[in-house]
């Protein structure tokens, strides 16, 4: 890491750059909209952007200082809000307190030039930082109706910000701060044209987004390299791609290639369906299914390299023309990008090229997300940050003889080693597969953390944790599991759960941060280890749920992603 290129990147000042025009209000415009702007700049320098294969923008944007958020902390109603605990109350309280007349007569003036949909975002000191990239802790508000007035604008703007601002003293963002020791944060707003296109004079949303990064820090396979670089990537708006849902999983170097394998009922069953966009005539965020919205494919010239058709009786992936000319076909549309390397090869090459750029002009592995119109050969990129990688680099070995071996995994393996953890969690996937209601679940984890009275253990489970989708794992959140030193997830196909290279999503965000090592097993494949006897039978107490169970004992657990290998031993 380029210690001298990095303090450049986290000191660039818009401001002193030439987009003063472009700030409204006092302070710091905080870390998601200083790289944007540098980038910005960069760009119009030509020193990035070139020789790509596609051309690549940052959407309009402006931001507001953090002064404003400053001046209405310290009014009298949100200081006692605040000094009270209640976020509800805090929530009410910035709605009650009555914002500058500069800060609306700025906000007509700057909308004027931002068309279409716009979406405002958080852009705290905090945020982006080297380390903690605060991501799914504060919010972000996309405002569809494109046709009001820029003085209608900028009152919908205005209560968007007295969300955001009131968001700093959410429990969740309280507790990530606490937990690291941040401290306080201070918080500027950032305001931006959404990035797509409009479909058929209603709908609106770009062909693709997804996250991009400079290293790949869990790979899959042995073939790959963390410097290759890796592609998150969905149909529609990103955010289905930051939750543990679907996306396709692109290695930059060889994107053919599928951490899923190449089976078609797998490919199919982890492909995409539902993806996110903007009803213009409703001034709505909604989603859809493709197999619901097929004609939603003829926006888009490129469909045939992002759909295929999955033929249930012959257990196969169809190109989408087949589709179309097999009217009696029976199975669905799944977004699988099956194509899209061979028909957009040059887009892999841009992106690595361009992720290499961000490294060398900023010094550290970098990550971005970005929107791309394929059939265009257009990118915007809306959003760039600093990409933390931990333990990565550090040698683990992995002892022998050090106890009974009970889980052990061969890919997708981070990095580190933990011992002598007094707790395993471990939740049952029969048991989890059968429950009625599987949120509960999550919750009743929760109740067990706290049962154990801050001891660190280590938890296992089906599928995904973290997932949005019950059926794809437990959809814990973050905080339910903290104190949790080691994470194991069960790839069992037969019934349905399996593990996701999850970069890119604010889950395993947090447990990068954390330090939470990180390995999945597939159970029943060569070098993966899932010692179910064990499990069976070593004493255990059953947690608040009968599918959970909480073991005793010493735990240790040895990672090493050079060798992208892990075991976690029961000693003792």
Same mark, same amino acid.
């Given at each position: 890491?380029?210690?001298?290129?990095?303090?450049?990147?986290?000191? #660039?000042?818009?401001?002193?750059?030439?987009?003063?025009?472009?700030?409204?209000?006092?302070?710091?415009?905080?870390?998601?909209?200083?790289?944007?702007?540098?980038? +910005?700049?960069?760009?119009?320098?030509?020193?990035?952007?070139?020789?790509?294969?596609?051309?690549?923008?940052?959407?309009?944007?402006?931001?507001?200082?953090?002064?404003?958020?400053?001046?209405?902390?310290?009014?009298?109603?949100?200081? @006692?809000?605040?000094?009270?605990?209640?976020? $509800?109350?805090?929530?009410?309280?910035?709605?009650?307190?009555? *914002?500058?007349?500069?800060?609306?007569?700025?906000?007509?003036?700057?909308?004027?030039?931002?068309?279409?949909?716009?979406?405002?975002?958080?852009?705290?000191?905090?945020?982006?930082?080297?380390?903690?990239?605060?991501?799914?802790?504060?919010?972000?508000?996309?405002?569809?109706?494109?046709?009001?007035?820029?003085?209608?604008?900028?009152?919908?703007?205005?209560?968007?910000?007295?969300?955001?601002?009131?968001?700093?003293?959410?429990?969740?963002?309280?507790?990530?701060?606490?937990?690291?020791?941040?401290?306080?944060?201070?918080?500027?707003?950032?305001?931006?044209? %959404?990035?797509?296109?409009?479909?058929?004079? +209603? $709908?609106?949303?770009?062909?693709?987004?997804?996250?991009?990064?400079?290293?790949?820090?869990?790979?899959?396979?042995?073939?790959?390299?963390?410097?290759?670089?890796?592609?998150?990537?969905?149909?529609? *708006?990103?955010?289905?791609?930051?939750?543990?849902?679907?996306?396709?999983?692109?290695?930059?170097?060889?994107?053919? %290639?599928?951490?899923?394998?190449?089976?078609?009922?797998?490919?199919?069953?982890?492909?995409?369906?539902?993806?996110?966009?903007?009803?213009?005539?409703?001034?709505?965020?909604?989603? #859809?299914?493709?197999?619901?919205?097929?004609?939603?494919?003829?926006?888009?010239?490129?469909?045939?390299?992002?759909?295929?058709?999955?033929?249930?009786?012959?257990?196969?992936?169809?190109?989408?023309?087949? #589709?179309? @000319?097999?009217?009696?076909?029976?199975?669905?549309?799944?977004?699988?990008?099956?194509?899209?390397?061979?028909?957009?090869?040059?887009?892999?090459? &841009?992106?690595?090229?361009?992720?290499?750029?961000?490294?060398?002009?900023?010094?550290?592995?970098?990550?971005?997300?970005?929107?791309?119109?394929?059939?265009?050969?257009?990118?915007?990129?809306?959003?760039?940050?600093?990409?933390?990688?931990?333990?990565?680099?550090?040698?683990?070995?992995?002892?022998?003889?050090?106890?009974? %071996?009970?889980?052990?995994?061969?890919?997708?393996?981070?990095?580190?080693?933990?011992?002598?953890?007094?707790?395993?969690? #471990?939740?049952?996937?029969?048991?989890?597969?059968?429950?009625?209601?599987?949120?509960?679940?999550?919750?009743?984890?929760?109740?067990?953390?706290?049962?154990?009275?801050?001891?660190?253990?280590?938890?296992?489970?089906? &599928?995904?944790?973290?997932?949005?989708?019950?059926?794809?794992?437990?959809?814990?959140? $973050?905080?339910?599991?903290?104190?949790?030193?080691?994470?194991?997830?069960?790839?069992?196909?037969?019934?349905?759960?399996?593990?996701?290279?999850?970069?890119?999503?604010?889950?395993?965000?947090?447990?990068?941060?954390?330090?939470?090592? $990180?390995?999945?097993? *597939?159970?029943?494949?060569?070098?993966?280890?899932?010692?179910?006897?064990?499990?069976?039978?070593?004493?255990?107490?059953?947690?608040?749920?009968?599918?959970?169970?909480?073991?005793?004992?010493?735990?240790?657990?040895?990672?090493?992603?050079?060798?992208?290998?892990?075991?976690?031993?029961?000693?003792?």
């Amino acid at each position: 890491m380029d210690e001298e290129r990095v303090g450049e990147f986290f000191r #660039f000042d818009p401001r002193k750059e030439g987009f003063s025009h472009l700030v409204l209000g006092e302070g710091s415009v905080g870390g998601k909209a200083r790289p944007l702007f540098l980038v +910005r700049r960069l760009l119009e320098e030509g020193a990035l952007g070139r020789g790509l294969g596609f051309s690549v923008s940052v959407p309009r944007l402006f931001a507001v200082g953090c002064g404003l958020f400053e001046e209405l902390k310290s009014h009298p109603r949100v200081r @006692e809000a605040a000094s009270g605990g209640d976020y $509800y109350e805090v929530e009410r309280a910035f709605e009650a307190v009555e *914002f500058p007349t500069w800060f609306r007569e700025g906000l007509v003036k700057l909308l004027k030039d931002l068309k279409g949909p716009i979406v405002v975002r958080s852009s705290s000191l905090l945020e982006d930082s080297l380390k903690h990239s605060f991501a799914g802790k504060y919010m972000s508000v996309f405002l569809a109706d494109s046709f009001a007035s820029p003085e209608e604008r900028a009152m919908a703007v205005e209560r968007c910000a007295r969300r955001i601002y009131a968001r700093v003293y959410n429990p969740v963002a309280r507790t990530y701060r606490e937990r690291h020791g941040l401290g306080e944060d201070s918080m500027a707003i950032l305001v931006m044209e %959404a990035s797509g296109r409009t479909r058929g004079d +209603r $709908y609106f949303y770009p062909t693709t987004a997804g996250v991009a990064f400079s290293r790949a820090f869990r790979l899959w396979s042995r073939r790959l390299r963390s410097e290759d670089g890796l592609l998150r990537m969905v149909f529609g *708006f990103g955010t289905r791609g930051t939750s543990r849902w679907y996306a396709r999983i692109f290695s930059l170097t060889d994107p053919f %290639a599928r951490p899923e394998g190449n089976l078609p009922e797998l490919i199919a069953k982890y492909s995409q369906e539902t993806f996110d966009a903007v009803d213009l005539k409703e001034g709505c965020f909604c989603s #859809f299914n493709i197999n619901q919205v097929p004609h939603f494919l003829g926006y888009h010239r490129c469909a045939p390299s992002l759909v295929s058709f999955y033929d249930v009786f012959e257990r196969e992936l169809l190109p989408y023309g087949r #589709f179309v @000319e097999g009217k009696d076909l029976c199975g669905k549309l799944v977004f699988s990008f099956r194509d899209f390397p061979r028909t957009h090869g040059r887009f892999f090459d &841009g992106m690595r090229a361009l992720l290499r750029s961000f490294e060398e002009l900023f010094g550290m592995p970098v990550d971005c997300e970005f929107a791309y119109e394929p059939d265009e050969d257009a990118l915007d990129l809306v959003q760039v940050r600093s990409l933390w990688s931990g333990s990565y680099g550090q040698r683990v070995e992995i002892p022998q003889g050090r106890g009974r %071996a009970i889980l052990r995994g061969d890919r997708m393996v981070s990095n580190g080693a933990v011992e002598e953890v007094p707790y395993l969690v #471990f939740v049952d996937p029969e048991g989890y597969a059968e429950a009625e209601d599987k949120p509960s679940v999550a919750r009743a984890l929760a109740q067990v953390r706290d049962s154990l009275g801050g001891a660190p253990f280590v938890l296992v489970g089906p &599928g995904r944790w973290g997932s949005t989708n019950p059926e794809l794992g437990v959809p814990v959140r $973050y905080n339910e599991i903290a104190g949790c030193v080691c994470l194991v997830e069960l790839g069992i196909p037969r019934k349905g759960f399996w593990p996701e290279l999850s970069y890119g999503t604010h889950f395993f965000g947090d447990l990068e941060v954390d330090g939470v090592l $990180y390995m999945p097993v *597939f159970v029943g494949e060569k070098g993966n280890l899932f010692d179910e006897e064990w499990f069976r039978s070593y004493p255990c107490r059953l947690g608040p749920m009968s599918c959970i169970r909480i073991y005793r004992g010493k735990f240790s657990a040895f990672f090493s992603s050079e060798r992208n290998e892990g075991v976690v031993f029961q000693e003792g």
